[in-house]
């Protein structure tokens, strides 16, 4: 199937650690995003990546680092997890001026 | 700084409704606007779009018309059914490449049988 995937679905972790969500896509497009969703279901972007380079860097805590390792990919690592950063977690992809392809979101859960 | 504004929800309907959910965009330029829809548990699936004034998006009975004259892009469906209940979004982005989506604060949309 063509989409944009990401992993893992659900997260559910401790204050304190680190985790990674991954997110691919194979619709062959150059730009990358990422979303946070919060409890009242607004969107905001986060980063964004055109031909792995980044161009969207939006006021986030420098505890959440994005790396894309080539076109198809584009992952969100996030280090000292707080309660604050439970939400879910969109990835996107788009190519030159088409609408915005969402991947189905990690749900991320902080104890 | 651009932004969306939508009608606040939820919205209650019976199935055969008429719905219409209301949008308008501050913006510089010429943005495209965008509804995205998101049923639960799920993510956003685009559902039409508009990029230039007096374009009208659709798609499975959903129609927008991009209305520069009062910045409005409003939302509309002659007969709901019980399935088209979700979250809608309205948004635009700029009409450059890879710039990103401004949303709205989201409508929920409960439609009964």
């Known amino acids: 199937d063509t989409a944009v995937s990401q992993t893992p679905k659900y997260l559910v972790t401790q204050m304190g650690n680190d985790k990674s969500i991954k997110c691919e896509q194979n619709l062959g497009h150059d730009t990358m995003y990422w979303y946070k969703q919060d409890s009242k279901k607004f969107l905001k972007i986060m980063f964004s990546y055109n031909n792995k380079e980044l161009i969207i860097n939006e006021t986030v805590p420098n505890r959440f680092s994005p790396k894309s390792p080539d076109k198809a990919h584009l992952n969100l690592h996030i280090n000292s997890l707080e309660l604050g950063d439970s939400a879910v977690y969109f990835c996107a992809s788009s190519f030159r001026r088409q609408p915005q392809h969402f991947g189905d979101g990690t749900r991320l859960s902080i104890l | 700084g651009d932004s969306v504004t939508q009608m606040e929800g939820p919205v209650t309907l019976s199935e055969e409704a008429f719905l219409t959910i209301n949008c308008t965009y501050t913006a510089t330029g010429y943005p495209s606007l965008f509804w995205y829809v998101q049923y639960p548990g799920e993510g956003l699936q685009l559902l039409l779009k508009?990029?230039?004034?007096?374009d009208k998006g659709s798609n499975k009975g959903f129609e927008a018309t991009y209305r520069k004259e009062t910045t409005s892009f409003h939302l509309e469906k002659g007969s709901v059914q019980v399935s088209d209940s979700a979250v809608y979004f309205c948004?635009?982005?700029?009409?450059?490449?890879?710039?990103?989506?401004?949303f709205g604060k989201g409508t929920t949309l409960s439609v009964s049988s």
């Open positions: 508009a990029t230039k004034a007096d």
């Open positions: 948004a635009l982005t700029s009409n450059q490449a890879g710039t990103a989506l401004i």
